[in-house]
């Protein structure tokens, strides 16, 4: 049982319903042989970097809401399932918003489309790595700041011969270098004995990485079936292997949302380095903190108080600020923290549909919870993006909206409470069939009229 040991003048009996003494404003309680919890000690659990900025957001909520958040995180001892989440799902996001410049390598076979799938991502044509249909063509490693992160093409990593050993090791040693590994092959070579023992030791680099499978659309009737066969040999899922047709960029969306998923920290580097992928960026962005605003809506907690959705959906604001190159200070922080309120339109529409019955309250919250966070992401995107801020109507009505149509797709799981993952899966699911996610032709050309 929690003891706790009120660091103030006041007995068990002033201590109120909502765990806040009206005449004691101390923040520190002692739970049970250790100490928990002050905004200090939540903030000394995140990254380095977030900490003025998160503090600036803090500092910006009215003062019921920090207290009500203070009173959960107090009333719960610090290794409790809720704060281990809330920590982890939050860093995530964090992650997200203040990831630094990573390093990609792009690493494969001779003759499997490097040097295009290279020259897609870069911006200058004096970086452009030397292709023809020769192969080995690419001779050294290129490099190339593409924005904020390096894409370092290879030369064949299976090369053999004397000359193919020295390239093979450059190849191996620019992989082990790397922060993150975008791994091709060749959909008309396959996956023979020498892509095995490739593909073996760079995944032995312990790095974050993607598999691409380049060339398909010279395949393109029997794609289903050459993607399988490709994965299975490779002890991969079907999903685990991405199609792609480098000379055209056919596929590369895809990679990024990939990288973005395994490696939440290149998202603010991949936003500024490729604009054009910036509304699919921010949509990941916006699904992960969904997903993960719909998980805490699980945890048993008055579903009146939302004060846990306050850091991830601060979390994703910062990221999308990020992806959009809008590099976040505390007075920008205190900017947005103007412009995006928090909590408030959660806790208001909770209150408004919960008098009409129906659903039961684990439903409820995930579908209100999912959907002001999306509106919110939305609302973020939609102004770094053109400057435009959404009405208080238009942002009321979309949440109202966006509340039916989650909740109509989380009905069918049932009444029972579902597990974590088959709830983020349907969140994830439903948030591909939002026309939202397909605004890319609106949003990614700057200089589309």
Same mark, same amino acid.
């Given at each position: 049982?929690?003891?706790?040991?009120?660091?103030?003048?006041?007995?068990?009996?002033?201590? =109120?319903?909502?765990?806040? =003494?009206?005449?004691?404003?101390?923040?520190?309680?002692?739970?049970?042989?250790?100490? &928990?919890?002050?905004?200090?000690?939540?903030?000394?659990? &995140?990254?380095?970097?977030?900490?003025?900025?998160?503090?600036?957001?803090?500092?910006?909520?009215?003062?019921?809401?920090? %207290?009500?958040?203070?009173?959960? /995180?107090?009333?719960?001892?610090?290794?409790? =399932?809720?704060?281990? +989440?809330?920590?982890?799902?939050?860093?995530?996001?964090?992650?997200?918003?203040?990831?630094?410049?990573?390093?990609?390598?792009?690493?494969?076979?001779?003759?499997? @489309?490097?040097?295009?799938?290279?020259?897609?991502? !870069?911006?200058?044509?004096?970086?452009?790595?030397?292709?023809?249909?020769?192969?080995?063509?690419?001779?050294?490693?290129?490099?190339?700041?593409? *924005?904020?992160?390096?894409?370092?093409?290879?030369?064949?990593?299976?090369?053999?011969?004397?000359?193919?050993?020295?390239?093979?090791?450059?190849?191996?040693?620019?992989?082990?270098?790397?922060?993150?590994? !975008?791994?091709?092959?060749?959909?008309?070579? *396959?996956?023979?004995? $020498?892509?095995?023992?490739?593909?073996?030791?760079?995944?032995?680099? *312990?790095?974050?990485?993607?598999?691409?499978? =380049?060339?398909?659309?010279?395949?393109?009737?029997?794609?289903?079936?050459?993607?399988?066969?490709?994965?299975?040999?490779?002890?991969?899922?079907?999903?685990?292997?991405?199609?792609?047709?480098? %000379?055209?960029?056919?596929?590369?969306?895809?990679?990024?949302?990939?990288?973005?998923?395994?490696?939440?920290?290149?998202?603010?580097?991949?936003?500024?380095?490729?604009?054009?992928?910036?509304?699919?960026?921010?949509?990941?962005?916006?699904? $992960?903190?969904?997903?993960?605003?719909?998980?805490?809506?699980?945890?048993?907690?008055?579903?009146?108080?939302?004060?846990?959705?306050? !850091?991830?959906?601060?979390?994703?604001?910062?990221?999308?600020?990020? !992806?959009?190159?809008?590099?976040?200070?505390?007075?920008?922080?205190?900017?947005?923290?103007?412009?995006? *309120?928090?909590?408030?339109?959660?806790?208001?529409?909770?209150?408004?549909?919960?008098?009409?019955? @129906?659903?039961?309250?684990?439903?409820?919250?995930?579908?209100?919870?999912?959907?002001?966070?999306?509106?919110?992401?939305?609302?973020?995107?939609?102004?770094?993006?053109?400057?435009? %801020?959404?009405? %208080?109507?238009?942002?009321?009505? +979309?949440?109202?909206? /966006?509340?039916?149509?989650?909740?109509?797709?989380?009905?069918?799981?049932?009444?029972?409470?579902?597990?974590?993952?088959?709830?983020?899966?349907?969140?994830?699911?439903?948030?591909?069939?939002?026309?939202?996610?397909?605004?890319?032709?609106?949003?990614?050309?700057?200089?589309?009229?």
């Amino acid at each position: 049982m929690v003891r706790y040991v009120f660091p103030c003048s006041r007995t068990a009996a002033s201590y =109120n319903r909502t765990g806040i =003494n009206p005449v004691c404003t101390s923040t520190k309680i002692s739970l049970a042989g250790f100490v &928990m919890v002050t905004i200090d000690d939540l903030l000394k659990k &995140m990254p380095p970097e977030s900490r003025d900025v998160l503090r600036v957001v803090w500092d910006s909520l009215s003062p019921a809401d920090r %207290k009500g958040f203070l009173s959960l /995180l107090s009333s719960l001892p610090s290794n409790s =399932n809720l704060v281990r +989440l809330l920590l982890r799902l939050s860093t995530q996001q964090l992650r997200m918003a203040f990831g630094q410049k990573h390093q990609v390598a792009i690493v494969g076979p001779t003759n499997v @489309g490097k040097s295009t799938l290279y020259n897609q991502f !870069i911006h200058q044509k004096t970086d452009r790595a030397e292709t023809s249909p020769l192969p080995g063509t690419t001779r050294t490693n290129q490099q190339a700041d593409a *924005g904020l992160f390096a894409i370092i093409d290879t030369p064949g990593a299976d090369a053999v011969g004397e000359v193919g050993a020295r390239e093979q090791a450059e190849a191996l040693q620019a992989a082990e270098q790397a922060d993150f590994l !975008i791994i091709v092959f060749d959909a008309i070579q *396959g996956i023979k004995q $020498s892509e095995l023992n490739l593909f073996s030791r760079l995944r032995a680099l *312990g790095k974050p990485y993607v598999v691409a499978l =380049n060339k398909i659309d010279l395949v393109r009737k029997e794609t289903p079936a050459v993607i399988a066969h490709a994965a299975q040999n490779l002890g991969l899922t079907v999903e685990q292997v991405l199609p792609l047709i480098a %000379k055209t960029g056919e596929g590369i969306p895809e990679i990024l949302t990939a990288i973005a998923a395994t490696e939440p920290e290149m998202v603010a580097a991949l936003g500024r380095g490729l604009p054009q992928y910036r509304w699919q960026l921010a949509w990941r962005s916006i699904a $992960s903190a969904a997903s993960v605003s719909a998980v805490i809506a699980l945890t048993p907690l008055p579903f009146i108080d939302f004060a846990p959705l306050i !850091i991830i959906q601060s979390a994703m604001v910062l990221s999308i600020a990020r !992806i959009y190159d809008y590099r976040v200070t505390v007075q920008r922080a205190r900017e947005l923290a103007a412009t995006f *309120g928090l909590g408030l339109l959660a806790r208001t529409l909770f209150t408004e549909l919960s008098k009409l019955g @129906g659903p039961p309250g684990w439903l409820l919250g995930a579908a209100i919870a999912t959907s002001t966070t999306v509106v919110m992401g939305y609302a973020a995107a939609t102004w770094f993006q053109s400057g435009e %801020k959404l009405s %208080k109507d238009r942002v009321n009505a +979309l949440t109202k909206e /966006l509340t039916a149509f989650f909740l109509d797709s989380l009905k069918s799981i049932g009444k029972k409470r579902p597990s974590r993952q088959t709830l983020q899966e349907r969140i994830n699911a439903a948030m591909q069939e939002l026309p939202q996610s397909k605004e890319i032709e609106l949003f990614d050309d700057p200089d589309k009229d």
